[in-house]
């Protein structure tokens, strides 16, 4: 099982970015996709994911400014990040799980399948 994620960069504060994350080798139509981050020097956060009926769940950090979804069909999931502040540099990760509960997304350790990470910097 492979997820590749993509579409990193450099913006300036109050800009743009999106990001997808495609897996292969499995099908996650009935599972959880979403996004973590980590910034240099701290653990690994919650950003956003969808949940099996489509659902999007937020950090509130990101609430109002980031969206999640996904393409079943596709085996994706993206992240829009409009609004983007220097708070926000950080590597974000794609991450997936078929089994997980509702109450478990928020925590990285209960995800199974990771990609490799995409770089965002967002400068003030």
């Known amino acids: 099982v492979q997820l590749q994620a993509s579409g990193g960069g450099q913006v300036q504060a109050g800009g743009s970015l999106r990001l997808s994350c495609a897996a292969s080798?499995?099908?996650?139509?009935?599972?959880?996709m979403g996004w973590f981050r980590q910034a240099p020097g701290k653990d690994r956060e919650f950003v956003a994911v969808t949940w099996r009926d489509g659902r999007g769940y937020y950090a509130d950090s990101v609430k109002g400014r980031f969206t999640v979804s996904r393409d079943k069909a596709k085996n994706m999931v993206y992240l829009q990040m409009n609004s983007l502040e220097p708070e926000d540099t950080a590597v974000y990760y794609c991450a997936a799980d078929s089994r997980i509960i509702l109450s478990s997304i928020w925590n990285w350790r209960n995800y199974g399948y990771w990609g490799q990470g995409t770089q965002v910097t967002v400068s003030s």
């Open positions: 080798g499995r099908s996650f139509s009935n599972g959880v």
